[in-house]
Each structure stands twice: as structure tokens, then as C-alpha cells.
DNA sequence: CATATGATTTCAATTTTTGTTAAATATTGT
DNA sequence: ACAATATTTAACAAAAATTGAAATCATATG
């Protein structure tokens, strides 16, 4: 089974929603399945449903089957997506500070 | 002049299309003029005014007006917001780890 | 087998987003 | 005053995302 390569867009238009932002809340605690999920948040299993399917679609969650019942579906943070992200927002935090400290320089020089 | 709370959210929306995170990208390493902004990314200026609005409303940009001449307005990157953001981030990171912390005591312990 | 359960898919209606063109605003140079 | 420049706003159409309700799937249980 092939994995999407997960792109900062996809992840970051999963991360804009409240709703889908809360499920990563709650999975970053433990696995859970898609009921338990869409109990917590508040959402009916079918809107949970689409939502977890996004989630998954971008890489920030995994699914299973439990061996005990194959109907429930557990879904888990997959944190390698996060971690694009991360680097990506520190690149960007190193730039801006980069930046800064040549400016500085430069108002030094001109005095 | 009241700063809007710079809701997660918006960031995340705002960071989620690709030319409003080239922008970004564009921005960290200095501060550009709308007009350059729109040439650099590629957009026609209403189009990047529309998507540097978004931006300011979200905190992630500030405009100034250059004093030689007053028609050009200067975008920067806030940094603010991003701070928010890695701040999340780092808080998920760090669950997610003791999660599996713990769980994997839990392994050991049940052997 | 019949029925109940956990979860996903489909579909149509609605909303949101994005780019374009045309017009407006503010400012500068002649 | 007039024309040119830098940018924004407004109005509109096209494309994409979201949502609730009903239908469907797959698995478990009596």
C-alpha cells in the first residue's frame, strides 16, 4: 500500500479545521477508534467519517483493525507529516532572524 | 490600531495556499512591496492584494508606507504567529513521544 | 439466517475561496 | 491642473470544500 507524499498544502488545509485540528489533539494522547473520535469531538460518525479520511488522505493519520472486531477502525497520529511542518516553520524562523541580524549589521555600518 | 487574536486557525488557512506561503517564504529573508510580491509569486496585484489582506488579517504580515514614497506599502513577516504555531506543534511532538513512552513500558511490563 | 453494529460512501445543496476585469483611491512627477 | 504610478476595492463567475441525510458495506452476534 502505497503512502501519498504528504505536501505542506494538504497538511496545512487538514490542520485549518477546528474539528479535524481537535482529532490530532486527541490522538496525540493514544490511538482511538473512529466512534470514540466522533463522540469526543462532536461530530456524527458519517462527518467524522470525511474528516478522518482527509486526515489520512495527507499522511497525519493511520488506520488498523483491531484482531478482537474488525468493524472498529483505529485511527493513529502518524507523526512525520508534523515533522515536515516543523522543519519547514523553523527554516523559516532561521530566515527571518538571518535577516534581522544582516539588517543590524547594516544600520551599524551607516552610523 | 487593535491587533486581531491571531487565531491558529486563520494562520493555518492562511499558510495552507501556496502562493500566501510563498509570500511567506519570500518575506523571511526581507520586506518587499506589494508590487514586488506580486511579480515574484507570480499573481496579478488585485489577486495578491486580496491574499496580502488575508495575511494581515491574520497577523502573519504588517504593512508600512516607505517614506520617500508613499504609494508602495511595504509588507513584512510577523513572527509572531508562527511562534503560536511551532508552539502547538511542539506541544503535539511531545505528547505523541510520551505516548509511545509509555506505552512501550507498558510492552515491557506485560513481557 | 436475520438482525444489529461500527463505520464509510454517495449525493445534492450550500458555502467558501480564488482569479479576473473594471473602477476607485492615494500619491507623485510634469 | 493633468497624467502616470502603486495599490486596493468591488462585482462577478468558476472551482473547490463542507455538510446533512440516506444508502451501503462489512463484520459480529443470537
Known sequence: ????????????????????RRVVEVLRSGPQNAGELSALVGLSPPAMSRHLRLLRGCGLVSEAHPEFDARVRVYSLRPQPLGELKAWLETTERLWADQLASFKKHLERGR
Chains 1, 2 share one sequence.
Open 1 to 20: 500500500m502505497k503512502r501519498k507524499a504528504a505536501s505542506l498544502d494538504a497538511v496545512l488545509a487538514a490542520l485549518a479545521d477546528p474539528h479535524r
